[in-house]
């Protein structure tokens, strides 16, 4: 069913004659009639019949204008609601990793609230790889991503990607590991290659960036371990389990030493990711600038 061919009937209803319809609208009286002729085929009902020279609607005619108006209005009050510009409103499905959720997405959906009441954030927390198969799937509308320099994720035309953060990793080793003053990164994974490799549970780049760095130190590691919680990571390395990679700004518990990786860097890449044709949406484009004014206020100290 066409919402022009409802037009079309609603102003018929309104207007009581073809002729004030097809002026009205733009076009000729011969089109209405052949418009609202389809019409009446597509529900299977007549909506007009003759009344003198003129016609008017059948019971059936004035029902369905009734129902026209209705969707034509809650077309418009939706074509409103997407447009570029539009206050944000609805809900707007979000998966991503649980650091940023926490220290960005979060602040965020409590300033929404305030400035954007219509506007809800659905929450999902996922794994990068997790996140863009829900995006693929249509089950989310925005992934909270991030790959390493040493492991970069494979571009996908059908997305677009927009760069938030880069936080540096270093290597959690037990406290008291004896380390060289001034060691590289080569030397200290070197340093490291008889014991066990701590890995993440749920994706593969840190794993990437491990057998990365450990085939240029000249070994291949023992992954033996794996985990996604950051803090299981450092409960491992204090237990003895072995060594992981760990942010160098997260706050080592005893028995856990943080070293830097110098020279190649290990650096973490955060993105938030859409898919094109819908980064118009103003839900989404509002979340997607806000995160990016949020991390890059946050990069120079503002």
């Excluded at 389809?38 to 003759?50: D, Y």
């Excluded at 840190?206 to 950051?230: C, K």
């Excluded at 080592?252 to 890449?269: A, D, F, Q, S």
């Excluded at 993105?271 to 949020?294: E, K, M, S």
Aim: aromatic share 4%; no cysteine; glycine share 8%.
């Amino acid at each position: 069913m066409e919402t022009r061919r409802l037009r079309l009937l609603v102003e018929l209803s309104r207007l009581g004659s073809m002729r004030a319809v097809a002026d009205t609208v733009g076009t000729t009286t011969s089109t209405v009639s052949q418009q609202l002729a389809v019409l009446a085929r597509e529900m299977g009902a007549e909506l007009i019949e003759p009344e003198g020279r003129r016609v008017r609607l059948t019971p059936a005619g004035r029902r369905l204008a009734e129902h026209a108006a209705v969707i034509l209005a809650a077309v418009e009050t939706a074509r409103l609601d997407l447009a570029p510009g539009a206050e944000p409103n609805g809900t707007l499905r979000v998966a991503g990793f649980a650091t940023a959720i926490r220290v960005h997405l979060l602040p965020l959906v409590t300033e929404l609230a305030a400035g954007h009441p219509r506007l809800h954030i659905l929450v999902r927390e996922h794994e990068p790889a997790e996140a863009l198969e829900l995006l693929a799937a249509d089950e989310t509308d925005l992934a909270l991503t991030y790959d390493y320099n040493l492991a970069p994720a494979d571009p996908d035309p059908a997305l677009h990607t927009t760069a938030l953060w880069t936080a540096p990793w270093g290597l959690g080793v037990p406290a008291d590991a004896e380390v060289s003053d001034g060691a590289d990164t080569l030397e200290v994974f070197d340093g490291f290659r008889a014991q066990d490799w701590i890995v993440n549970s749920r994706g593969t780049s840190d794993a990437t960036v491990i057998h990365t760095l450990a085939s240029m130190a000249g070994f291949t590691p023992r992954v033996t371990h794996q985990a996604d919680s950051l803090d299981l990571v450092q409960g491992m390395i204090t237990a003895g389990l072995g060594v992981g990679l760990l942010p160098m700004d997260t706050p080592t518990v005893p028995g856990v030493r943080l070293l830097p990786l110098t020279g190649p860097e290990v650096v973490l890449r955060a993105h938030v990711v859409g898919r094109h044709g819908r980064l118009g949406w103003p839900p989404l484009a509002l979340v997607t600038d806000l995160l990016a004014q949020r991390t890059a206020s946050r990069a120079t100290g503002q």
